[in-house]
């Protein structure tokens, strides 16, 4: 089922998340409902956050579903290593149209559950190291306009205060200076 997802300035996408404490039929649904949302959505990840869910799951396909077996459905994930750094585009399936270039790590190694209860690990760098980061960042209330530069992001809400305006994003009185 394909779900709805929600757009900043909504709260919900503030607030840290809670590990999943058990596996359950509602978890494996949503990370099942996600993977579907993710890919209608042509996104390369999604969070829980992101479809008003406060847990600790995250949905990463880096190749947009083109490669078999690059699907990541994730259990309350962490990263417990990184190194280097990367400097490059992202945007976000909650803020739509925006993009700005976010430095992240070059490298990182993941630990996570599957949706099987299986402990996992991961080393990921370039373009999946950073979806890693960024949907990771969502479990934690963090956008990616929050490593902007202040004015670089004061830009990015005034394109939706804008586009709120016009009626093509949410209402004008969501956006938060």
């Not at 402990?119 to 990771?136: F, K, M, P, T």
């Amino acid at each position: 089922m394909i779900l709805d997802v929600l757009t900043f300035p909504n709260d919900i996408l503030r607030k840290k998340s809670q590990p999943v404490e058990e596996i359950t039929e509602d978890i494996v649904r949503l990370i099942n409902n996600m993977t579907e949302t993710m890919y209608s959505q042509k996104g390369l990840g999604l969070a829980a956050p992101q479809v008003g869910v406060n847990k600790r799951v995250v949905v990463i396909d880096y190749t947009g579903g083109e490669e078999p077996d690059t699907l990541l459905q994730l259990i309350n994930p962490e990263i417990i290593a990184k190194d280097g750094e990367q400097f490059g585009d992202e945007g976000c399936l909650s803020i739509p149209g925006e993009y700005e270039k976010v430095r992240r790590y070059a490298n990182v190694v993941l630990r996570a559950l599957s949706p099987s209860g299986e402990q996992i690990e991961i080393e990921a760098d370039g373009l999946l190291a950073r979806a890693c980061q960024h949907e990771i960042d969502h479990l934690d209330g963090v956008l990616f306009i929050d490593h902007l530069a202040p004015y670089k992001r004061d830009i990015v809400k005034k394109h939706i205060k804008k586009r709120m305006a016009d009626g093509d994003y949410g209402t004008p009185a969501d956006v938060k200076s």
